[in-house]
């Protein structure tokens, strides 16, 4: 991002569907801008729009856009826009904005800028955000994009590895598989690896500094069987203040039907706060297996726990 990118307009409406008209400040208080129509007890209390992204459609369109008229309440100059992921935080002014929504469906007819000229750029370059903490806005505001840093730990439970009598691979193998798909995703990410002997009382320690952290997911792998040393679902269930057994069953299921022993494992999932917990087997092989599923769905357990319905 720019260090020039800044506010070049702020805007409102007293009604949805309408073009909104630029004023001097903007007042943002916990339901979004004080006097709009979209201020509310919602996920998409003020949006932004580029002016980069306005010239680009207004050149498309021949003809020119004033600040507003897609009823952007903020219009930024200088920052790419299209950067941006969910859950990304604006710094502008005084006042802190999440990013709760990227593009939205295009109303049609509903809209003002539509009927007038039958297309919109706010659906695909639209940003929208809640307000974390309020303040005041005005042009000429600088805009500060701080994206956010999803945070992973991995613990390896063994009690040999711990002793270093062989090297931890899963674990290893579990931060690779996780960096690739935080990659595809363009995610900012800080994963971390530790190795614990099967101590219940030094994993739920763990557990704990990982919430405390702000850790967004944790993956255990080992400790998963019938053995006397294998505690790891044992304390990750009661840690967690709900499980996700679905999960787990369904990759049970998927691998048990070609290898039996699959279906011994006592992998768990669950949620502590806003954290994710996954328990995986110990061994490389099934933790790709594992990887491969709850990779298709750990995005949206995520903004599930941050209050977004995402599809």
């Known amino acids: 991002m720019s260090n020039n990118a800044r506010v070049v ?137 701080r994206p956010r840093i999803w945070k992973f730990r991995v613990i390896t439970l063994s009690d040999r590895a711990h002793r270093g009598e062989y090297p931890d691979r899963s674990g290893p193998k579990i931060a690779e598989l996780l960096g690739a798909f935080t990659e595809k995703k363009t995610w900012k990410t800080d994963i971390h690896t530790t190795v614990l002997p099967d101590d219940a009382e030094r994993l739920l320690t763990e557990l704990s500094a990982a919430r405390n952290d702000g850790v967004d997911v944790v993956f255990t792998t080992g400790g998963t069987g019938v053995g006397p040393r294998d505690i790891t679902p044992d304390v990750v269930s009661s840690f967690c203040e709900k499980t996700i057994p679905g999960i787990m069953e369904s990759i049970r299921v998927k691998y048990g039907a070609s290898l039996p022993n699959a279906l011994l494992s006592r992998s768990v999932a669950g949620v502590a706060g806003r954290m994710l917990v996954f328990a995986l087997p110990g061994s490389v092989k099934a933790v790709a297996e594992y990887m491969s599923e709850i990779e298709k769905t750990i995005e949206h357990l995520l903004m599930m726990l941050h209050e977004l319905d995402v599809h």
């Not at 801008?33 to 050149?59: C, M, T, V, Y």
């Not at 009927?115 to 309020?134: A, Q, S, Y």
Request: with cysteine.
């Open 9 to 145: 307009s702020v805007n409102i409406s007293t009604e949805k569907g309408t073009v909104k008209e630029p004023v001097e400040t903007i007042g943002i208080d916990a339901l979004g801008i004080a006097g709009d129509a979209h201020a509310g007890p919602w996920h998409r209390q003020i949006s932004l729009l580029s002016s980069e992204s306005i010239n680009r459609f207004a050149k498309k369109m021949k003809r020119d856009f004033n600040p507003g008229v897609f009823a952007e309440n903020i219009t930024t100059q200088g920052i790419d826009l299209s950067s941006v992921r969910l859950l990304d935080r604006f710094h502008i002014g005084d006042a802190e904005l999440e990013v709760t929504q990227i593009g939205k469906k295009c109303h049609g007819d509903g809209c003002a800028i539509y009927r007038e000229v039958g297309k919109c750029v706010m659906p695909t370059d639209g940003i929208f955000c809640r307000v974390l903490h309020p303040g005041t806005i005005r042009a000429g505001d600088r805009v500060e994009l």
